[in-house]
């Protein structure tokens, strides 16, 4: 069955450290996401791609870098992680050939918790 | 920009009551429409989309008719059941220097029985 991925689910972090969010997906779809929730802002964009080694920024980029080295995987960076990083991250795919109709498949979303 | 917009944070009803949960938005031509639900401890799961004026789009007992003379797309059900209890995302699709979704704010829904 087709999915999205994430790991780890649940992640605690220091304030300055480096954290990776990880992401893969088996729907073959070209485009991917990374969103995160917030009480209050809904799901929020941070940064999205159209396939392997293309990586675009969303509505919300600062802090964050994204890597996409191949169609099943997609990776959130945080370089120096803050605690107003702390939140919901939840990877989503599309298929592109649906343009703006397409609808997404969501991961179950990775808690993080910065320190 | 582009954005939708959902009035509603909660609602609470019991079973069998009308549902409607409101969602307007604002963009240029004719965005995509999308309604999402999410479970607790899951991701959001698409319901069902429209993408013209006066398009219904329809799953699982809910409904919304895209409506370009009011900018809106209000989620509705005849009659709830408990097992409707989620958070509701409207989204809107977006193309225009990128193709993605703007998500609105979301509005938790819970039915009592």
């Known amino acids: 069955e087709a999915a999205v991925t994430q790991s780890p689910r649940n992640k605690v972090a220091v304030t300055g450290g480096k954290v990776t969010l990880s992401c893969n997906q088996t729907?073959?779809?070209?485009?991917m996401y990374w969103y995160r929730q917030d009480t209050g802002h809904g799901l929020r964009l941070i940064h999205y791609s159209y396939g392997a080694g293309s990586t675009e920024k969303g509505d919300i980029p600062d802090g964050y870098k994204a890597s996409r080295p191949s169609q099943e995987n997609f990776s959130l960076i945080l370089e120096l992680a803050t605690p107003s990083q702390t939140s919901v991250y939840f990877c989503?795919?599309?298929?592109?050939?649906?343009?703006?109709?397409?609808?997404?498949?969501f991961g179950s979303g990775t808690r993080l918790l910065v320190i | 920009g582009d954005s939708v917009t959902q009035t509603e944070g909660q609602v609470a009803l019991s079973e069998e009551d009308f549902l409607t949960i409101h969602c307007n938005y604002s963009?240029?031509?004719?965005?995509?429409l999308f309604w999402y639900v999410q479970y607790p401890g899951e991701g959001p799961q698409f319901l069902f989309r429209a993408s013209r004026d006066k398009e219904k789009g329809s799953s699982r007992g809910f409904e919304a008719t895209y409506d370009k003379g009011t900018t809106s797309f209000h989620l509705r059900k005849a009659s709830v059941q408990e097992s409707d209890s989620a958070v509701y995302y409207c989204a809107l699709g977006v193309s225009n220097s990128g193709t993605y979704q703007r998500f609105g704010t979301g509005t938790k829904l819970q039915v009592v029985p």
């Open positions: 729907n073959n779809h070209n485009n």
């Open positions: 963009a240029s031509g004719y965005p995509a």
């Open positions: 989503a795919s599309g298929d592109a050939s649906r343009g703006r109709n397409s609808d997404y498949t």
